[in-house]
Nanobody, 120 residues
Framework: QVQLVESGGGLVQTGGSLTLSCVASGSILSIINMNWYRRAPGEQRELVATISRSGVTNYRDFVKGRFTISRDNAKNTVFLQMNNLKPEDTAVYYC??????????????WGQGTQVTVSS
């Protein structure tokens, strides 16, 4: 029905930057909220940032001032600009979206994740 594909992960040194992208495709009428989560080794998955269709954003305290979430509604794409990265940001980052399908159902979807590794 809907596929979310993340890209942009990789290995970066402390203080470096990365930009993650996530493109949604499939039976999409519109996308409401787009979100980024992460799961560090041995930890549970946690919310990082959210953005509404109108562009209202929310961040967890541990990324405020360092990460910026944005989206391109015409391209069904969400971005996560990550600056001043720290070793504790090392995790698999997942894209998540609340999607209105063409058949009018509302459903939540996940991407497969992209690895971000920050070396000290």
């Amino acid at each position: 029905q809907v596929q979310l594909v993340e890209s942009g992960g990789g290995l970066v040194q402390t203080g470096g930057s990365l930009t993650l992208s996530c493109v949604a495709s499939g039976s999409i009428l519109s996308i409401i909220n787009m979100n980024w989560y992460r799961r560090a080794p041995g930890e549970q998955r946690e919310l990082v940032a959210t953005i509404s269709r109108s562009g209202v954003t929310n961040y967890r305290d541990f990324v405020k001032g360092r990460f910026t979430i944005s989206r391109d509604n015409a391209k069904n794409t969400v971005f996560l600009q990550m600056n001043n990265l720290k070793p504790e940001d090392t995790a698999v980052y997942y894209c998540n979206a609340d999607v209105h399908l063409v058949d009018a159902r509302l459903q939540n979807f996940w991407g497969q994740g992209t690895q971000v590794t920050v070396s000290s």
